[in-house]
């Protein structure tokens, strides 16, 4: 009698034991994020079903994620995943990450279990499942958002870095009024219209010019003699420039020759007249620049007349302005 009570009792615990495990089908409690199965196909078995939810929920719970199959009672919050496992025949399974139901077509991947050795179909297949969930999340996942940089700064150039001046040529064609004033010897001045041309190379500030005016012929009187002359000026000289914006200034200063042509009646001679030259330009405009300008040309060595038989009448003018306005243009 003893003995069959204890096999009694021994019954009762293994079957409370046994009823009071987890089974595979059951849904976790709680509010915790889950994951929710369904088994579709001809082809599983409740061994098969069983082994892939117990794998399955190992698997998940690394990640915080319970398992729920369809058909155990669902927790109140809804799943985070559908998964549906398809499994037509006994040598494929298809795994879709959806309700297949409500797909409308297959959108997944399929495993060849036949080629599993029979106790680890069920890991593998849970394995599979949650490689394809991994997958979902990452593409679920919303890009981070960029925000848009601005263009960095550039540091303020120092002097070093600075480009250096080029030099530039500059053409200049205007039309010109030569005037030498009245002297001792002369009544009335000496009026030379014509044109002026001046070619200029020049750095920031530093450069060079060189200037020809070529003017029409004109009379010097000394009491009841004319004299024709006829004068073409060359002058070399140095330039300083100065400009703010567009406006500038330049300032020349160099040596003059002038080929100097003198009639008289019947005689006539020529002589090159040498002396200095200043000149003052303003101008208003950077690669097309008209300006307005200035010169005084004193020659102390101006031709003496002597001419026979009248003798000694004077000399040549010694200082000559002139007046000018035209155009420069400039290259580069």
């Not at 009698?1 to 096999?7: I, T």
């Not at 369904?38 to 892939?52: E, H, K, L, N, T």
């Not at 200029?200 to 500030?205: L, R, Y």
Request: proline residues 8%; charged residues 20%; neutral net charge.
């Amino acid at each position: 009698m003893p003995r069959f009570a204890c096999l009694v009792a021994l019954s009762a615990v293994l079957a409370w034991s046994s009823s009071s495990r987890a089974q595979p089908g059951s849904c976790p409690s709680g509010s915790d994020a889950w994951v929710e199965v369904i088994f579709s196909g001809s082809a599983w078995s409740d061994g098969m079903r069983d082994g892939v939810i117990r794998e399955l929920r190992t698997e998940l719970a690394r990640r915080s994620l319970q398992v729920c199959p369809e058909a155990g009672p669902a927790p109140t919050r809804a799943p985070k995943e559908v998964v549906t496992l398809l499994a037509s025949d006994a040598d494929h399974v298809s795994i879709v990450g959806s309700n297949l139901a409500n797909e409308g077509g297959f959108n997944g991947r399929t495993i060849l279990v036949s080629a599993i050795p029979e106790d680890a179909r069920s890991l593998a297949i849970a394995q599979a499942v949650d490689e394809a969930l991994r997958n979902s999340d990452s593409r679920s996942e919303p890009a981070p958002a960029v925000e848009p940089t601005s263009p960095p700064r550039r540091p303020p150039a120092s002097s070093r870095d600075k480009p250096r001046a080029t030099w530039f040529l500059a053409t200049a064609l205007a039309p010109t009024l030569q005037v030498a004033p009245p002297a001792a010897q002369r009544e009335h001045a000496v009026v030379a219209p014509g044109i002026a041309l001046r070619l200029s190379m020049m750095g920031a500030v530093l450069g060079g010019s060189l200037g020809v005016a070529i003017t029409r012929a004109s009379d010097l009187t000394f009491d009841d003699v004319t004299i024709r002359s006829f004068r073409v000026p060359l002058d070399l000289s140095a330039s300083l420039r100065l400009a703010r914006g567009a406006a500038q200034g330049t300032i020349d200063i160099g040596l003059v020759a002038a080929l100097a042509s003198y009639e008289q009646a019947s005689a006539s001679r020529s002589n090159l007249e040498l002396g200095g030259r200043i000149g003052l330009r303003f101008g208003w405009g950077r690669r097309v620049v008209p300006w307005i300008g200035t010169s005084l040309e004193l020659l102390p060595r101006a031709t003496n007349f002597e001419f026979t038989p009248t003798g000694t009448l004077g000399h040549a003018p010694s200082l000559w302005l002139g007046f000018t306005i035209g155009t420069e243009v400039k290259w580069p």
